[in-house]
């Protein structure tokens, strides 16, 4: 007795989940939820790096001891890097799953398509999604390992931010921000009511609370390559040298060059004052 094959339309249907988190997990409200929580994190971070680019506004050193103080444990720095890097992982799984999801719910297209409550912020979720994450690998190449800057020093973040932002890449970064914004407003607000706000009675507060947070984010991370294009931010003539932000740069200053050997003792010669810049 021969064995009957299974049928093509039974070898590709999915496997169901085998326990409850597992199939919490691939849930709608699951993904939903894991949408929110790394948005949560996601937006925690955005908002302590806009607060530490502030810095540029106290100088060259203020902004390179920051960025010294980031360094100072490597497996801090790391473990922070490995989270953020899962969280916009885990981040852009949900939102691949939950687009597919939605696709197998309604396998037919709308004929035409009516925008009744949804905003432009929420429609434009999938091309600022990608972007952002466009913008982040070109920021890391430009301000973090340095291989698309002009002029990059592993050792004076101000300088590289000061003459990295200028011009053009000032502008992308201007509208780099823009879309952050949009994608901050919607996606602060849907966290919001994921996590349990009651969209009649609070959705105002709700909107307010994305608006003024979308606003401080965006604007605060603004306004540097804005100052900078604007020459208000710029190189510090008389600055101190770079404060170390590698291990590196942390050796003791180097002793004052000695006199040559051939030179004649000039007892009572002034010193020659420093050269001004
Ligand atoms: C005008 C806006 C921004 C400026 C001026 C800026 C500035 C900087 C600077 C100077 C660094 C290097 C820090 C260092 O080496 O110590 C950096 C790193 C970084 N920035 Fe930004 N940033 C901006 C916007 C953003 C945004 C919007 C995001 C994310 C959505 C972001 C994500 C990152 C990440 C992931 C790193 C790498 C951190 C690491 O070393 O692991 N930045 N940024």
């Given at each position: 007795?021969?064995?009957v094959?299974?049928?093509?339309?039974?070898?590709?249907?999915?496997?169901?989940?085998?326990?409850?988190?597992q199939?919490?997990l691939?849930?709608?409200?699951?993904?939903?939820?894991?949408?929110?929580?790394?948005?949560?994190?996601?937006?925690?971070?955005?908002l302590?790096?806009?607060?530490?680019?502030?810095?540029?506004?106290?100088?060259?050193?203020?902004l390179?001891?920051?960025a010294?103080?980031?360094?100072?444990?490597?497996?801090?720095?790391?473990a922070?890097?490995?989270g953020?890097?899962?969280?916009?992982?885990?981040?852009?799984?949900?939102f691949?799953?939950?687009?597919?999801?939605?696709?197998a719910?309604?396998p037919q297209?709308?004929?035409?398509?009516?925008?009744?409550?949804?905003?432009?912020?929420?429609?434009?979720?999938?091309?600022?999604?990608?972007?952002?994450?466009?913008?982040?690998?070109?920021?890391i190449?430009?301000?973090?390992?340095?291989?698309?800057?002009?002029?990059?020093?592993?050792?004076d973040?101000?300088?590289?931010?000061?003459?990295?932002?200028?011009?053009?890449?000032?502008?992308?970064?201007v509208?780099?921000?823009?879309?952050?914004?949009?994608?901050?407003?919607?996606?602060?607000?849907?966290?919001?009511?994921?996590?349990?706000?009651?969209?009649?009675?609070?959705g105002?507060?709700?909107?307010?609370?994305a608006?003024?947070?979308?606003?401080?984010?965006?604007?605060?991370?603004?306004?540097?390559?804005?100052l900078?294009?604007?020459?208000?931010?710029?190189?510090?003539?008389?600055?101190?040298?770079?404060?170390?932000t590698?291990?590196?740069?942390?050796?003791?200053?180097?002793?004052?060059?000695?006199?040559?050997?051939?030179?004649?003792?000039?007892a009572a010669?002034?010193?020659?004052?420093?050269?001004?810049?």
């Amino acid at each position: 007795m021969s064995a009957v094959a299974p049928s093509p339309a039974a070898e590709r249907r999915p496997v169901p989940p085998r326990n409850r988190v597992q199939r919490f997990l691939t849930s709608s409200i699951g993904l939903k939820l894991i949408m929110a929580l790394t948005g949560v994190a996601l937006s925690l971070f955005v908002l302590g790096h806009m607060l530490g680019n502030l810095q540029a506004f106290q100088g060259a050193e203020a902004l390179n001891d920051y960025a010294k103080l980031l360094r100072k444990e490597p497996a801090l720095l790391w473990a922070v890097r490995a989270g953020l890097l899962t969280m916009v992982g885990l981040h852009i799984y949900a939102f691949l799953a939950l687009a597919k999801k939605n696709a197998a719910a309604r396998p037919q297209a709308y004929r035409k398509r009516v925008w009744r409550e949804s905003s432009y912020a929420s429609r434009s979720m999938k091309i600022t999604g990608p972007l952002l994450l466009a913008f982040i690998i070109f920021h890391i190449l430009h301000l973090t390992t340095g291989t698309v800057h002009p002029s990059f020093d592993a050792h004076d973040v101000y300088h590289n931010v000061v003459t990295g932002l200028g011009g053009l890449v000032g502008l992308i970064y201007v509208l780099a921000m823009a879309m952050l914004a949009l994608h901050l407003w919607h996606g602060v607000w849907s966290m919001l009511l994921t996590l349990g706000l009651p969209e009649g009675r609070y959705g105002s507060t709700g909107r307010a609370g994305a608006t003024i947070f979308t606003a401080l984010v965006t604007i605060g991370f603004a306004v540097v390559p804005l100052l900078v294009m604007a020459g208000v931010i710029g190189p510090e003539d008389a600055a101190p040298p770079p404060a170390a932000t590698s291990d590196a740069a942390l050796a003791p200053p180097r002793p004052a060059e000695p006199e040559p050997a051939t030179a004649a003792p000039k007892a009572a010669e002034p010193a020659a004052p420093a050269e001004a810049k």
